[in-house]
């Protein structure tokens, strides 16, 4: 086993080794897809990031555990949406290093559009995610996993 990474379900704030759970949750629901999701937010003089991982089962919902923390102020908005992206993938990595199902999809909380000021990294970032081998889904793609990771940095 590598290295492993502490989450918390999302209703219960419960702490869970991310690695131990799937592997437990997959044996009970085999037929589950795992998806990923980032988001980042500057406030006063921290940013906070969120990673969360949904364990999707087609017509009855997902099951999430996430990870949250503060990091000082990242002022270069590039760099920090780079940053939340770059964070969602060594989480797909670490799972990946553990012998758990690849994610079925990344999703990232960048918009295609121009008029966004997402965009300046929007072609990096989805470079960044299919580079390494993964699926990845941005705004007008519906990407459900953001809007959960937007959540937990603001509250």
Not at 52 to 79: C, N
Request: include cysteine; aromatic fraction near 12%.
């Amino acid at each position: 086993m590598q290295n492993r990474m502490m989450f918390k379900r999302m209703y219960s704030n419960t702490e869970v080794d991310l690695v131990e759970y799937i592997e437990t949750y997959l044996n009970s629901f085999p037929e589950t897809e795992i998806m990923i999701g980032c988001d980042s937010q500057n406030y006063a003089e921290s940013t906070i990031y969120a990673i969360v991982v949904a364990l999707y089962k087609k017509g009855k919902g997902a099951h999430l555990l996430y990870r949250k923390w503060k990091s000082p102020k990242e002022f270069v908005r590039s760099k920090r949406l780079l940053t939340e992206v770059w964070n969602a993938i060594e989480t797909a990595e670490l799972m990946k290093e553990n012998n758990l199902p690849k994610p079925a999809w990344i999703d990232i909380d960048l918009n295609p559009d121009q008029r966004f000021k997402s965009n300046e990294v929007f072609r990096q970032a989805v470079g960044m995610v299919e580079g390494m081998g993964y699926k990845v889904r941005y705004k007008t793609m519906d990407p459900m996993i953001t809007y959960a990771a937007d959540y937990l940095i603001k509250v």
